[in-house]
């Protein structure tokens, strides 16, 4: 029966599989259970840990902190490039407000833990690596560390990550508490949040929609399609046209008559003065007329033309077609021979049979295409992302240089991919279930790795005498300055609250807390917050960190 024993006390591959499987599934399993309506869901691994870890079962600590390092890294880099493509458009709108609320955050639980120093008389460089832990940022604790490897001239650092694994559960648990009180107090219905937010990032009016107008503007008689849509202040397509009973795609050329019926399609906000402008609504649809003239659409799965402006295929010439709208991540708008095209866009294309097939054929139109992994860029990207996140980033009067860690430096990259990566023939595009899977793996992986490491000293602590004080203290820093901005943000500034959410994790660098945030509701709200603020936030937790440690320590 050896084998039995190796299996469970040894640091074999095969007792560290077992370690994992065990807390992971553990963890999954009771994360599901709702006690009044709340469940702690994936964040529970990091307990089921923690319970293992008391209980004197472990992996070798090099396995251990290379599984954490890369389930971390394979979680953010999955959620930059699931919001990449919104990213820029959401912190051109809210942004600077978001890292605004993000700076505070920081410098309140900075102010909060000077000040705990002051009253209570515990050691500065113990209460930073509590703070660490209360805001889940282990660079933050790397950081305070080495500073003060470098002020200690005997070589007697204190063991602060104590410190941060007493405090580093509640950090987790704090956040996920400040969002479900946030939601309770002010009795917001998640459903609502949703709509709002899905209205406000993509607003009705600017929804294409499509209609028949009859041509009276004598003024347009005579003239070409291209004439026409340059004449009228607003962006519209010309799909058909009628003209004495002959309908037809409407190219650039085409010459309308008075008298003919067109279809169009435009933003719905623009409609009154586009019809204004060339004469009246139809009472015949284009569109219930039968013909030769068919509507289909066509996913872009063709590497060759991933990355390319619509306008540059000249599709519309070469297969006398019109594309009307194209449908990117859940959002339909109308199409512009600007916009590049991207791996999974879903193009509504009007024309006869045979011209859909050869358009069909250039743009590829195959799902099972689309399901495969694209392996090669995700791999080039996490190298990129581990290569800038390992770049030293000297500050005037810190004394170790800023790093963006292995979790900043592939999040930028990933979201940078999934913008640019056409530029380098990355096709970075993944299926939502590959991402969520990718995820999912990530970060119980990460959980259960920082929960096996922290469960030998957990209980320890907690039962000494300054165990209980240590992790009141974590909760305080925790706490108050994520209720002092959420309730500013709510009250105040009327932010979403699901965008809320985001920002919550993302000022703690907490990917735990954002797991909890998606699961709220089916939308990339939280991401996106979540990807807006964490650069920042990662590079003050590091800051701060160092700054308590070098100025007051």
């Known amino acids: 029966m050896n084998w039995i024993k190796d299996l469970l006390f040894s640091d074999s591959v095969a007792h560290t599989i077992l370690i994992y499987c065990i807390v992971i599934s ?74 605004l609320l993000a700076l505070a955050i920081v410098l309140i639980g900075g102010s909060i833990t000077l000040i705990l120093h002051l009253v209570s ?50 950090g987790v648990l704090g956040i996920i508490m400040t969002m479900l009180l946030i939601r309770k107090t002010f009795r917001i219905n998640v459903e609502n949040e949703l709509s709002l937010f899905n209205r406000y990032q993509h607003p009705e009016d600017r929804i294409p929609e499509k209609i028949s107008i009859l041509v009276t503007n004598k003024e347009l008689s005579g003239r070409t399609i291209k004439d026409v849509t340059s004449s009228i202040d607003y962006s519209f397509i010309v799909s058909r046209i009628l003209h004495k009973s002959n309908l037809q795609v409407a190219g650039p050329e085409t010459i309308i008559h008075e008298g003919d019926i067109i279809l169009i399609v435009a933003q719905k906000r623009v409609l009154p003065q586009i019809i ?21 659409r066509i996913f872009v799965s063709n590497r060759e033309v991933f990355g390319k402006k619509l306008g540059s295929l000249k599709l519309r010439t070469k297969y006398n077609i019109n594309i009307t709208r194209i449908y990117r991540s859940g959002i339909e708008f109308v199409a512009s021979p600007e916009i590049r095209l991207q791996m999974g866009d879903k193009l509504t294309i009007v024309g006869d049979e045979d011209s859909l097939k050869k358009v069909t054929e250039q743009l590829g139109d195959s799902i099972n295409r689309l399901d495969e992994p694209n392996i090669i860029p995700i791999f080039i990207g996490i190298l990129a992302g581990v290569i800038l996140g390992s770049i030293p980033i000297k500050i005037p009067g810190i004394i170790h240089p800023v790093k963006l860690g292995l979790a900043g430096g592939p999040l ?142």
């Open 26 to 99: 553990t963890g999954v399993i009771l994360g599901k259970i709702r006690i009044y309506g709340v469940s702690l869901g994936i964040a529970f691994v990091l307990f089921a840990g923690i319970a293992l870890g008391h209980f004197g079962f472990s992996a070798n600590p090099q396995v251990v902190d290379f599984i954490r390092e890369f389930g971390l890294i394979l979680f953010v880099f999955s959620i930059g490039l699931q919001v990449g493509p919104g990213f820029f458009s959401s912190f051109k709108r809210g942004g600077l407000i978001l890292n």
């Open 412 to 553: 930028i990259v990933a979201i940078l991919l999934s913008k640019y990566g056409y530029k380098f023939q990355l096709v970075s595009y993944t299926t939502p279930s590959a991402n969520l899977m990718l995820r999912e793996i990530g970060i119980v992986l990460f959980l259960a790795s920082v929960g096996i490491t922290a469960g030998a000293k957990f209980v320890p602590a907690i039962l000494s005498g300054d165990g209980f004080v240590w992790m009141g203290y974590g909760a305080v820093i925790t706490l108050l300055p994520l209720l002092l901005i959420s309730f500013l943000a709510r009250i105040y500034l009327k932010r979403n609250y699901l965008e809320l959410c985001g920002l919550l994790a993302g000022s703690m660098t907490d990917p735990p807390a954002l797991a909890f945030a998606n699961s709220i509701a089916a939308t990339e709200a939280p991401a996106v917050a979540y990807a807006t603020v964490y650069p920042l936030v990662m590079f003050l937790r590091i800051f701060v960190a160092q700054l308590l440690i070098i100025l007051f320590a």
């Open 121 to 170: 008389g515990v050691s500065l460089p113990m209460l930073t690596g509590i703070m660490s832990g209360a805001v889940t940022n282990t660079p933050g604790l790397g950081a305070a560390q080495q500073a003060l490897t470098q002020i200690s001239p005997n070589g007697n650092v204190p063991e602060i990550s104590i410190g941060y694994a007493v405090a580093y559960p509640f």
């Open 276 to 296: 204004s402008g060339i004469g009246e609504v139809s009472k015949m649809d284009l569109t219930a007329l039968s013909g030769k003239l068919i509507s289909r």
